[in-house]
């Protein structure tokens, strides 16, 4: 039989049931071929989108690609401001970790990494545990409860943001903003006109927040991260006051929409699964490697993307210089030549690396972090599962396959009699 012609792929406009459960799509693009055509937007010669796990994990690995937009063919783009002059949303993520190449890319991670080793996030689980607590506890006392605002979005929002030294009074200030930063991702797609505009404000506003608070380190020594960040240039790492500032940002963005998209569906698994929920509540030192399936099966970060530094073939694929290549990671993490029944929650998996945390040099740094924040929260929540029940409303997904999970997950609590 010959595979299914189909059209460029697009990931955007999809239904919320699609949204829900995108895993059909990919499997129809995966059998088809292993790298698709997509539709360039903006700025881009041409998009790929790759499904499989080995050309995912060549992609990761080569030198072929990187974070360089500007490399190869592609054109500059202009960093736009915005129309008061204070810079958008460009210019803050250019210092971002995540979009450097080396040899500026080895420099920070090698400054951040010791601040995100197993052992230093061992030593935060008793403030983690703490918080935990006394968020579930809140949540306890409504009759309907939204998961997303009560319990996962803060969560990991207050951890990150006692390790930079944000008073939690700045917390909803942060988050809106946040969230208007991700925007950029949907506006991209032209879904809605005015959100490059909230996520180029968020951005500057953000950027000023944290400009002020390196000026501020300046005056004390401070132990959080600003501090750390703002020491290594004082012992001759260089770091202008815009990277330290952007990196905070980075840092507060990546640190809590991933951890709390994969709360969510934790909490949405352990629901509609009594018996995945009865083994991890039997066996609660099994939720460490339950969070890595929960993970493989359906991940936070849906897709990530490089540019292609020369002309090349990729699985029968002529990527040129400059062209865009989109990793559908949650396509990889089901791609059954690499994991047996990859449609099977399988707690008893064991092997088979999944690369829900990216691969290479962009290899999660917060990965310890966010599995200690899970596995803390997924334990904590199990022996209160039983207080919780899946409520009649509907549970809205965000419309953003990079960042993928629930917006809103209404839960009805069940009261003491
Ligand atoms: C990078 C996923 C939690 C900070 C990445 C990448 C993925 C990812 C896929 C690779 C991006 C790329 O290569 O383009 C996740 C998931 C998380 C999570 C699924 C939660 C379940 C966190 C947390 C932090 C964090 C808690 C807090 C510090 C970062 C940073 C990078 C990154 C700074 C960039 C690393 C680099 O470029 O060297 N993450 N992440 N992440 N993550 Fe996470």
């Known amino acids: 039989m010959s595979p299914e012609v189909l059209p460029p792929f697009n990931p955007t406009g999809w239904s919320e049931r699609e949204l829900a459960d995108p895993y059909p799509v990919y499997t129809r693009y995966r059998e088809a071929a292993p790298v698709h055509s997509g539709l360039p937007t903006e700025g881009e010669t041409a998009v790929w989108y790759v499904f499989t796990a080995a050309e995912t994990e060549h992609v990761l690995t080569s030198r072929d690609y990187g974070r360089d937009a500007t490399c190869g063919a592609a054109q500059r783009t202009a960093v736009p401001s915005l129309p008061d002059g204070r810079p958008g949303l460009r210019q803050l993520v250019q210092d971002w970790l995540v979009f450097l190449d080396p040899p500026k890319h080895t420099r920070l991670r090698r400054i951040l990494s010791g601040e995100f080793t197993p052992r230093v996030v061992d030593a935060l689980r008793p403030r983690i545990a ?166 493989r099966f359906d991940g936070p970060v849906q897709m990530i993307s490089r540019w292609a530094y020369r002309d090349h073939e990729l699985a029968g694929a002529h990527i040129r210089q400059g062209d865009k290549v989109v990793l559908v990671l949650g396509s990889a993490n089901r791609d059954p030549g690499r994991f047996h029944d990859p449609d099977v929650l399988d707690l008893d998996r064991g092997t088979g690396k999944h690369c829900g945390f990216g691969m290479g040099i962009h290899f999660c740094l917060g990965a310890a972090l966010a599995r200690a924040e899970s596995e803390i929260a997924i334990t904590a929540l199990l022996k209160k599962i039983h207080e919780f029940s899946r409520s009649e409303d509907p549970i809205i997904y965000n419309q953003d396959l990079v960042f993928h999970g629930p917006a809103t997950l209404p839960l009805r609590t069940r009261t003491e009699p």
Request: net charge negative; aromatic share 4%; with cysteine.
């Open 130 to 295: 703490e918080i935990t607590h006394e968020l579930l506890a809140g949540m306890r006392t409504k009759p309907v409860t939204d998961l997303v605002a009560g319990f996962a979005a803060p969560l990991p929002l207050v951890v990150i943001a006692e390790l930079l030294g944000v008073p939690r009074r700045h917390l909803d200030w942060y988050r809106t903003r946040a969230l208007a930063l991700q925007e950029a991702s949907t506006a991209r797609t032209g879904q809605c006109p005015d959100a490059y505009r909230r996520s180029d404000t968020a951005a500057s506003e953000l950027r000023d927040y944290f400009l002020d608070q390196v000026r501020r380190s300046r005056r004390s020594d401070r132990e959080d991260l600003v501090g750390l960040l703002a020491a290594a240039r004082r012992s001759g790492l260089f770091l202008g006051d815009d990277e330290i500032a952007a990196t905070c940002v980075h840092l507060l963005t990546a640190g809590h929409e991933t951890t709390t998209n994969l709360l969510s569906k934790a909490v949405l698994i352990m629901l509609d699964r009594p018996d995945v929920r009865a083994r991890l509540q039997d066996h609660p030192e099994e939720v460490g490697t339950a969070v890595d399936e929960f993970i």
